[in-house]
């Protein structure tokens, strides 16, 4: 019995992948702006940084109470329980504390010049697309591994710009291995939605899309509060805490859940059942 999907068109999946790839550019492009423009939109407003960082916020809780909501439009909510929830909003949160704030970072701690920045944000860019290029590699042998290894590393490099943030080095190599490791979290997450709702992809996106936005509001006002009532030094140390909280909730879903290809498998079992009943 031959059970295999459909062949692929290659024209159509390239226009698709390169569709889905400008989308990701324009919607992480917007996200981050307020964070690179940070520092100079700061003294142009006549307001503290960590008000304008409150920006990222409220873009945020526009996505989050919007993404669900339109795609429940066009598709009834699936029954099958989804990812990581928990993990994705934790770990999202850690990261957006110093995205957010990074410029003031580099300015304020590690000492560099506005004129600087460009430069430092498109290296942490560039590590960003190889983290992404390397994790595309190991998504599909090892989901479980990228996504662990990823947050790993990313507690690494927030510890390591909290200790070494002060040396212009070591912001820099800090900085560009935060840029590397973050990269690897979101089609990490997107890729373990599929594999948990493979028959709802387009509503547990949109939940997705929910936490990863309330992850980021949450962040860009956690990074605010330090930033107003402690110090921007302290940014990055308490993303790392949160970070490591979401390690080991990743690491209680996969000791006490059912593994997610197992789920996606018997999805697929189902899908293929009902396509021979019909």
Known sequence: MNTAGPAVDPRRATVILVALAASTFLFVTLESLPAGLLTLMAPDLGRPTSQIGLLVTAYALVVLVSSVPLAH???????RFVFLMV???LVVTGAFGVITFVTQYLINVAGFSQADLPPLLLLQGGAGVVGALVVGRFLDRRPVGAFLVGVCVLVVALVGLWAFGGSPVGAVACLTLFGFAFSTVPPVLSHRVLLAAPRGTNMGQAVSSSLFNLGIAAGSGLGAVLVSVVDVRAVPLVSAAVVLL????????????APLD???RKAVDEVVGEEIAA
């Open 246 to 257: 979401a390690l080991l909730v990743a690491l209680a879903e996969e000791r006490w859940c």
């Open 73 to 79: 439009v066009t598709r009834a909510l699936p029954r």
């Open 262 to 264: 197992s789920v996606a």
């Open 87 to 89: 993990t994705t909003v």
